[in-house]
């Protein structure tokens, strides 16, 4: 089983719509959480941290249920340059704890 | 602030060349990570380097590959006798480290080994 795993999509909405992206990680003493997003040829930036209590960053709502062990993240009102993969980020415990490991991404599509 | 930032951004070799590449990390930050991105694939870690500890390597591939740092600066990543499968983009990050984990990413190197 990976660590982190997402599922690969592309999703497909149009303009407006709202989706939602999952992710499960594998280990259970994990603490720290992160969405990050990468364009397309270009590197991941950070998108929005996931807090345990949930937490909102305007269009974007990000979700930790620890008893499941997956992450969420909810795009409200999509926009045509919401378009990009979104990755899954979870921190490592065995070993360094400062040892961040991503998902393969969720490819994002959004359409006029 | 000035952001990572790597060089070169684009690199062509012939099969069996060494290429190095190298990272400047955002300044303060202790840790510098690699990473490697085959097209279309997600980010695979290869080295991690936290402050004056012992770097974590256990993401390199074969002992072509082999990553230097100096003190909380610069960073190089060498690749040996390079073969067609090392083609990807190579990206840098840097962090505040310990448990500060957000990671900072650089352009990343586009290698094309031909």
């Known amino acids: 089983r990976k660590e982190v795993e997402q599922d690969p999509g592309p999703f497909n909405v149009p303009e407006g719509a709202t989706v939602a992206f999952n992710c499960t990680y594998s280990n259970s003493a994990s603490q720290s959480f992160f969405w990050y997003r990468q364009d397309c040829r270009k590197e991941p930036k950070l998108l929005m941290s996931v807090y345990s209590s949930g937490n909102e960053d305007g269009r974007f709502t990000a979700q930790l249920n620890r008893a499941s062990q997956y992450i969420s993240l909810l795009i409200r009102d999509s926009k045509l340059s919401d378009s990009a993969t979104y990755l899954c980020?979870?921190?490592?415990?065995?070993?360094?704890?400062?040892?961040?490991?991503f998902g393969q991404g969720t490819t994002l599509q959004v359409k006029p | 602030g000035a952001g990572v930032s790597q060089s070169p951004s684009n690199k062509v070799t012939e099969k069996g060349k060494d290429v190095e590449l190298r990272c400047d990390p955002i300044?303060?930050?202790?840790?510098l990570y690699w990473y490697r991105q085959r097209l279309g694939q997600g980010l695979e870690f290869l080295i991690y380097f936290q402050g004056n500890s012992a770097p974590d390597k256990s993401g390199l591939p074969s002992d072509r590959f082999s990553a230097e740092r100096t003190g909380e600066s610069v960073s190089t990543l060498t690749i040996q006798r390079t073969q067609q499968e090392d083609s990807a983009v190579y990206l840098c990050?840097?962090?505040?480290?310990?448990?500060?984990?957000?990671?900072?990413f650089g352009p990343g190197t586009r290698l094309l080994v031909l």
């Open positions: 300044s303060g930050h202790t840790a």
């Open positions: 990050a840097s962090s505040l480290g310990g448990q500060r984990l957000t990671q900072y």
């Open positions: 980020v979870v921190n490592a415990l065995s070993g360094n704890t400062g040892k961040l490991i």
